[in-house]
Every structure is written in structure tokens, then in C-alpha cells.
């Protein structure tokens, strides 16, 4: 256990958060207590006694980086971390590979950088110097930034939004998942009243949004292949005809596990504008896919991804993920070897996240004697059989606990990269989301961002969905977003 006193808790979240990173899975306890120091870590396990303490004085003054906190306040807590990172580095010997950065979006500091008009070396050198990045992250977060930049110009931001959809139905619920997910078969019976309440949400996005752009649409989840080939029909044919198509670069659905995909599904999908699905295996390991709760076989994957190119889909991406209970590296390579064998057009490879709600956490004495790993070599395979394949990195995000503090990163052939996914970690236009647990995010000039959640619970939206398209209409109304 860890336990941390502070005499300010208004960085409680970033000290948190970097302490997890280098101690994955120890318990951290939070006093808060009027001292000199601004913060004092009592590390239990090493014996070791961490104090660093911050003065006006030792401010660097030329952090210029604007990203919406004031800049005094981001560079007093930039500081403190860099203060801190030295001394955990210290008491542990070790460096992490991206420094002091903990969010979620580590490439919008790139591309801020980079949209103001810096050169490549001076972000480098700005990331290395305020965050401590290491040469790989920090090319590696240059390198996206770039390609996303040059993606994201086709985008009309002012006046162009995407709709999200969410079918938050599974046939099981995976080991790691923390997604909301409902067993679909027990919402059988109740699939039609759920797809009545999605359009709904899908008449008042008609209405509102009359006057803007539909750029992407994303249909996810869940799984939304638990809905049967009449639903898929349907839902897809809602959207294309409540909508002008005419400035869409992209429709996505997630068609995710292949125990939910049939040929009669995917008929259903190629009979409209879809122009990406997903088919995602995770592992390529018989005994994983087991252990992970995923009732259908390897060869399932394989037979699936043929008949979905023979239909003609020819933007397929496949998800991974690294770090699974009982897998090492020489599973890793052999699952891109199964990949390449494959070809598809995208790759989004993540590093396992425990989340507190996952049954992975909930039963963890089940687990914790398997392996967890993920490393930078485990990265680097994925990497390699990615540019391999013709790919590049186009987008990268990361998440709290996630096995080895690596990150997740989309790898996507020439002309096949996910806009969609950009926009979601850029937040660089609104998105509509629809369905429960779907959060929708408004982009307002100047770049501040709200929220309107949906309720998860699927009860509770099917009888508030007056209520959801209502906070729809406040977010969007009282100050023009898009
Ligand atoms: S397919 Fe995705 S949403 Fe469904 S149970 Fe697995 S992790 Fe959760």
C-alpha cells in the first residue's frame, strides 16, 4: 500500500495516476495535511519515503503549451510531476516509456504543437524536456499526429458532425469487459422496442442537424451483429434515409465477435453505404479465447473474415489485444503470423486495461497465477507485422491500468484508416451518440467540449428516452456547436 499525503489536492489525480503507473496494482491511500511539501509518498513496499516539495521559483517558464487549463497551473503541475517521476524513477530504477504523461490523448499535445505552426524537432524536443518521453513515444506521437492532421483536413468541422450508435448487446460477456454490455439473448424479446427508441434519438438528430454535414457514422457497441439481418437491415436503412450521405467519409460497423456474424448478417450490411467493418479475434490462441469467455473457435475468425472479403468488404479491421491471462510473447508473434496471413486493412492492437468492473478484476484470485505481460517487445512484433503488412499508425490512445502503461494503437493500410476513431481521441467534432450508455460529445467554437450521457441501464432508457433526446437538445440548442 501506498500512502500518499498532500497538502493540495488539486493534483491529486495527475500524482495518482503516475504513482499507478509505477506501481501497477498497489493500493493508494490519500491524506491530505498542511505541510511545506506539496507532496509526500510513503512507499511501503521499498521502505522508501518519498517527499518533493515545489516553490514558485523552480517554475519552468517556458512551457508554452496551451491546452485549455491556464498555462500557470499546467506548468505547476507539470513541474511537480517531473519532480516526482525523478524520484520514483529512482526509488525503482526505472524509466517509463512515456514519461509523466497519464491521459488518455498523449497526441493532442503533438498535434497542438504541430497545428501551431512548430517544427518536428522542436516538438520533440518540447515533449522530451516538459514530459520526459521517451525517443520511441515521442516519434511514435509525432508520427500520428502528423498523419491524423492530414486526415482530418477532408473535415468541414464547423459544419460537419458523426453519429455514433450503440447496440450495447454481447452473446457473453468477455473476462476484461467493462463496456455496457447486456446478454443478448435475454434482450431478445425486447430488440425491437430498443431499435424504436434508437429511431427516435435518430428523428430528433434528423430534425437538428438538418443544416450540417454528416461526415462519419459509426455503429458499435456491444456487439451490433447481435441484432438479427432484418434489425442490421433496418437500423442501416433508417440512418441512410433520414440523412444526405453526400459529405460521408466513412460508415462503420463494428461487427466485432465472429460467434455473432453470419452470412446473412453480412448481406444484410453489404446492401448499404457501410464502407469499414471490424472482426475482432483479440488472440489467435485456441485456450485464450476460452479463457476469456468467447464462445467460438480460431478457425470461426478465419472462416468469417473470407466470407465477409468474398461479399466484397475491402476495409476490414481486425482488434488485439495484448497481455491476456496467460499469454507471452511467442503467442503474440504467432497471432500476427495468423494476421498476415489474412491481410487486413486495419490492426487495432490494445494492451489489456483491468477494469474495476470487469469479472477479470471482480475474480481476480482466479487469475492473478497467470501471466499478464505486455512490453515494449510484445509492441515492437505488432509493430513490425503492421509495416509489414503496409500499414502505418494512425491513432494511439491509452488507458488507466493498462498491462505494461504501454498504449492501444490503430495500424491501417493507405486510404483505410478509421476517421471516426480520430475524431473520438482528437475531439475535434461533435459527436452524436445514440442508444444507451452512448455519450454524446458537443464541440463548441474555441474548442470547449460538452457531454450529454445516455443512461445505461437499457430499462431506464427505453422508458426515458423523451428524457435522452432532451438533453440532446439542451446541449446543442442554448449555444450553437457545430
Ligand atoms: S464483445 Fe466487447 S462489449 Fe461485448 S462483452 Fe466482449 S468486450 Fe464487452
Same mark, same amino acid.
Given at each position: 500500500m501506498i500512502r500518499l499525503i498532500l497538502n $493540495?489536492?488539486?493534483?491529486e489525480y495527475d500524482i495518482r495516476g503516475l504513482l499507478m503507473a509505477f506501481y501497477p496494482g498497489e493500493e493508494i491511500t490519500v491524506k491530505e495535511e498542511p505541510a511545506d511539501r506539496i507532496v509526500e509518498a510513503d512507499l511501503t513496499e521499498s521502505g522508501q519515503r518519498i517527499t518533493v516539495s515545489y516553490s514558485?521559483?523552480?517554475?519552468?517558464?517556458?512551457e508554452q503549451y496551451a491546452?485549455?487549463?491556464p498555462a500557470e497551473r499546467q506548468q505547476q503541475k507539470n513541474q511537480l510531476k517531473r519532480l516526482l517521476y525523478e524520484a520514483l524513477s529512482k526509488d525503482t530504477g526505472r524509466q517509463l516509456p512515456w514519461g509523466t504523461l497519464t491521459g488518455i490523448r498523449p497526441t493532442k499535445i503533438p498535434m497542438g504543437l504541430l497545428e501551431q505552426g512548430a517544427r518536428e524537432e522542436e516538438t520533440a524536443r518540447y515533449m522530451q524536456e516538459?514530459?520526459? #518521453?521517451?525517443p520511441e513515444k515521442t516519434a511514435l506521437s509525432i508520427e500520428i499526429a502528423k498523419r491524423e492532421m492530414g486526415l482530418l483536413k477532408q473535415l468541414d468541422y464547423e459544419n460537419g458532425y458523426s453519429l455514433y450508435v450503440g447496440i450495447?448487446?454481447?452473446p457473453t460477456t468477455c473476462l476484461y469487459c467493462s463496456f455496457t454490455s447486456n446478454p443478448a439473448g435475454a434482450w431478445m424479446p425486447r430488440m425491437e422496442e430498443y431499435l424504436e427508441a434508437v429511431f427516435q434519438e435518430i428523428d430528433y438528430v434528423k430534425e437538428a442537424f438538418? $443544416?450540417?454535414?454528416?461526415?462519419t457514422v459509426y455503429i458499435g457497441g456491444?456487439?451490433?451483429?447481435?441484432?438479427t439481418a432484418g434489425q442490421l437491415d433496418r437500423l442501416l436503412g433508417r440512418i441512410e434515409e433520414s440523412f444526405?450521405?453526400?459529405?460521408?467519409l466513412e460508415f462503420t460497423v463494428e461487427a466485432g465477435r465472429p460467434d455473432s456474424i453470419t452470412a446473412e448478417k453480412l448481406e444484410a450490411v453489404r446492401r448499404?453505404?457501410?464502407s469499414r467493418i471490424s472482426i475482432n479475434?483479440? #488472440?489467435?490462441?485456441q485456450e485464450t479465447l476460452k479463457i476469456i469467455g468467447r464462445h467460438h473457435t480460431v478457425e470461426d475468425i478465419v472462416d468469417v473474415f473470407h466470407m465477409a472479403r468474398a461479399m466484397g468488404f475491402d476495409n476490414i479491421n481486425m482488434d488485439l489485444i495484448l497481455g491476456?491471462?496467460?499469454?507471452g510473447t511467442e503467442d503474440v508473434r504467432r497471432t500476427m503470423e495468423e494476421l498476415k496471413k489474412l491481410k487486413p486493412d486495419n490492426i487495432t492492437v490494445h494492451s489489456l486495461a483491468i477494469k474495476r468492473a470487469s469479472r477479470l478484476n471482480l475474480l481476480w484470485e482466479q487469475y492473478e497465477h497467470m501471466d499478464m505481460v505486455n512490453n515494449q517487445e510484445q509492441m515492437k512484433i505488432t509493430e513490425n507485422a503492421a509495416r509489414e503488412l503496409g500499414m502505418s499508425p494512425y491513432y494511439l490512445y491509452r488507458q488507466k491500468n493498462m498491462a505494461g502503461n504501454l498504449e492501444n494503437v490503430g495500424y491501417a493500410l493507405p486510404g483505410k484508416a478509421g476517421i471516426y476513431n480520430i475524431l473520438i481521441m482528437e475531439e475535434k467534432q461533435s459527436i452524436v451518440a445514440l442508444g444507451a450508455g452512448s455519450i454524446t460529445k458537443a464541440v463548441y467554437p474555441g474548442g470547449r467540449i460538452e457531454r450529454a450521457d445516455n443512461v445505461k441501464d437499457v430499462n431506464q432508457y427505453l422508458q426515458r428516452i423523451d428524457e435522452m433526446i432532451e438533453r440532446k437538445r439542451r446541449l446543442f440548442d442554448g449555444e450553437r456547436a457545430l
Open positions: $493540495d489536492t488539486s493534483f514558485d521559483n523552480s517554475r519552468d517558464k517556458t491546452s485549455g487549463v516538459t514530459y520526459l #518521453t521517451g450495447p448487446f454481447c438538418r $443544416d450540417k454535414k454528416l461526415n456491444g456487439t451490433p451483429t447481435t441484432l444526405s450521405l453526400e459529405h460521408l448499404h453505404r457501410v479475434p483479440q #488472440t489467435m490462441k491476456l491471462p496467460g499469454e
